[in-house]
């Protein structure tokens, strides 16, 4: 079997820690320092962080164990990253032959031939993008460079952070291959990782399989990588599909309970912040779910359906407390809560009058919930949300009803 050898190109750009590294860039006081940003467990975290064994998913709780007093824990800011995001985005797709992205943070750029269209060599031209990209968004990145997309993600780590790995030859790789695990290589999971333990442990290892005997034991996905290890382009960039769904989840693993209070309290959490998310990207939604897990790790899901598109937020509030209520088994000890909204459409302002007082009311809520979305995004850690959780318990003990 024949494959065309590729001779393009590819850089994979990547952020590195970009959650932490946006913080750090919002109050460069925190250089230096243990930054973790968190939503029950890491999402990311500074190097700082990471020397003394911080990991991406690690339980917040045990990175408070781990880094005491000096750890700063952000909530994650998905508006103001998308934003820095955005720029480096345009920034490479101005710079260079074609910017695919591949996730909020990194993205796989074509550079055949302009090396040597500015007169330089490879290594001198990757640098002078990565000094550029880094002036540019103000974060530093590490830069991979081979002939497929695949072997330039896993060289973009090996420097890491801020550094550069080209490739060069294929004598080169085949030595670096039997250094690097298995792991190394993207989609390879625990499972698959497992399946191949025993004989099949280095990218080498995996290099040396039978091309026809892969595609049989495994899926075509795996063929594809092979290929792009191969020196052969196989490997498409999927473009970012259409969100159906924004949730919200909490574990509370360490505080399993039957608590009707305290699990109506973290089911208002995970509205607050899905419901945040909601407005900021100025959406209406038409259907509204709860999922509760108990002990044993059975989940149930609880869907309302809406018969017209809304944002309004006590109105979205008074069902999910509603399905709550109907759904919730006294007798049974839960783990976590999600809630989960989804079937959007952009938000329309609709055409009021001055005799229309509840559509007027509910123009103006929204109005005001943009307002505080503003304010917790400004002040961290949704304070204003928080006061609207002590509002709601206080009317909720005084009338039984949220109105």
């Given at each position: 079997m024949?494959?065309?050898?590729?001779k393009k190109?590819?850089?994979?750009?990547d952020?590195?820690c970009?959650?932490a590294?946006c913080e750090?860039?919002r109050n460069p006081?925190?250089?230096g320092k243990?930054?973790?940003?968190?939503?029950?467990?890491?999402?990311a975290?500074?190097?700082?962080?990471?020397?003394?064994g911080i990991?991406t998913w690690?339980?917040?709780w045990?990175a408070?164990?781990?880094l005491?007093?000096t750890?700063?824990?952000f909530s994650?800011?998905?508006?103001?990253?998308?934003?820095?995001?955005?720029?480096?985005?345009?920034?490479l797709?101005?710079?260079?032959l074609c910017?695919e992205?591949?996730?909020?943070?990194?993205?796989?750029?074509?550079?055949?031939?302009?090396?040597e269209?500015?007169?330089?060599?490879?290594?001198?031209?990757?640098?002078?993008?990565?000094k550029?990209?880094?002036?540019?968004?103000?974060?530093?990145v590490s830069?991979?460079?081979?002939n497929?997309?695949?072997?330039a993600?896993?060289?973009?780590k090996?420097n890491?952070?801020?550094?550069?790995?080209?490739?060069?030859?294929?004598e080169?790789?085949f030595?670096?291959?039997?250094?690097l695990?298995i792991?190394?290589?993207p989609?390879?999971?625990?499972?698959?990782?497992e399946r191949y333990?025993?004989?099949c442990?280095?990218i080498?290892?995996?290099?040396?399989?039978w091309?026809?005997?892969?595609?049989?034991?495994?899926?075509?996905n795996w063929t594809d990588?092979?290929?792009e290890l191969?020196?052969?382009?196989?490997?498409?960039?999927?473009k970012?599909?259409?969100?159906?769904?924004i949730w919200r989840?909490?574990?509370?693993?360490?505080?399993?309970?039957w608590n009707y209070?305290?699990l109506?309290?973290?089911?208002?959490?995970?509205?607050n912040r899905?419901?945040?998310?909601?407005?900021?990207?100025?959406?209406?939604?038409?259907?509204?779910?709860?999922m509760?897990?108990?002990?044993d790790f059975?989940?149930?899901?609880?869907?309302?359906?809406?018969?017209?598109?809304?944002n309004?937020r006590?109105d979205?509030?008074?069902?999910?407390?509603?399905?709550?209520?109907?759904?919730?088994?006294s007798?049974?000890?839960?783990?976590?809560?999600?809630?989960?909204?989804?079937?959007?459409r952009?938000?329309?302002p609709r055409q009021t009058?001055?005799?229309?007082?509840?559509?007027?009311?509910?123009?103006?809520?929204?109005?005001?919930t943009?307002?505080?979305?503003?304010?917790?995004?400004?002040y961290?850690?949704?304070?204003v949300?928080?006061?609207?959780?002590l509002?709601w318990?206080w009317k909720?003990a005084?009338?039984?009803i949220?109105?």
């Amino acid at each position: 079997m024949l494959f065309r050898r590729s001779k393009k190109i590819y850089t994979h750009i990547d952020c590195d820690c970009f959650f932490a590294s946006c913080e750090i860039l919002r109050n460069p006081k925190l250089k230096g320092k243990r930054v973790c940003v968190w939503w029950d467990i890491i999402i990311a975290c500074s190097y700082e962080a990471k020397a003394l064994g911080i990991k991406t998913w690690t339980p917040i709780w045990e990175a408070k164990k781990i880094l005491g007093n000096t750890g700063i824990y952000f909530s994650p800011d998905h508006n103001y990253y998308t934003e820095i995001s955005d720029k480096l985005m345009k920034y490479l797709e101005y710079h260079t032959l074609c910017m695919e992205p591949y996730s909020i943070d990194e993205a796989f750029c074509e550079v055949t031939g302009l090396p040597e269209m500015n007169n330089m060599s490879l290594w001198t031209y990757i640098r002078k993008l990565q000094k550029e990209v880094t002036q540019a968004i103000w974060i530093p990145v590490s830069i991979g460079v081979s002939n497929t997309r695949i072997k330039a993600k896993i060289y973009s780590k090996i420097n890491k952070p801020y550094g550069i790995y080209i490739w060069y030859n294929q004598e080169q790789e085949f030595k670096l291959f039997k250094k690097l695990p298995i792991k190394d290589i993207p989609y390879i999971w625990k499972a698959h990782q497992e399946r191949y333990k025993y004989g099949c442990t280095s990218i080498h290892d995996f290099i040396g399989r039978w091309f026809k005997k892969l595609k049989s034991e495994i899926w075509k996905n795996w063929t594809d990588l092979w290929l792009e290890l191969c020196w052969v382009n196989a490997f498409v960039v999927k473009k970012t599909k259409e969100v159906k769904s924004i949730w919200r989840s909490r574990s509370f693993n360490k505080q399993m309970t039957w608590n009707y209070i305290f699990l109506k309290e973290q089911l208002l959490i995970n509205f607050n912040r899905v419901f945040e998310e909601i407005v900021n990207k100025n959406f209406e939604i038409k259907s509204i779910s709860i999922m509760m897990r108990k002990k044993d790790f059975s989940t149930y899901m609880y869907e309302y359906k809406l018969n017209d598109f809304s944002n309004s937020r006590n109105d979205i509030l008074e069902i999910i407390i509603s399905l709550f209520d109907k759904n919730y088994e006294s007798n049974s000890i839960y783990r976590s809560t999600w809630v989960v909204l989804s079937k959007f459409r952009s938000y329309l302002p609709r055409q009021t009058s001055i005799f229309d007082t509840p559509l007027r009311s509910k123009e103006h809520n929204y109005e005001l919930t943009k307002i505080v979305n503003n304010l917790n995004q400004r002040y961290w850690d949704h304070v204003v949300s928080f006061w609207f959780s002590l509002l709601w318990k206080w009317k909720e003990a005084k009338l039984g009803i949220l109105k």
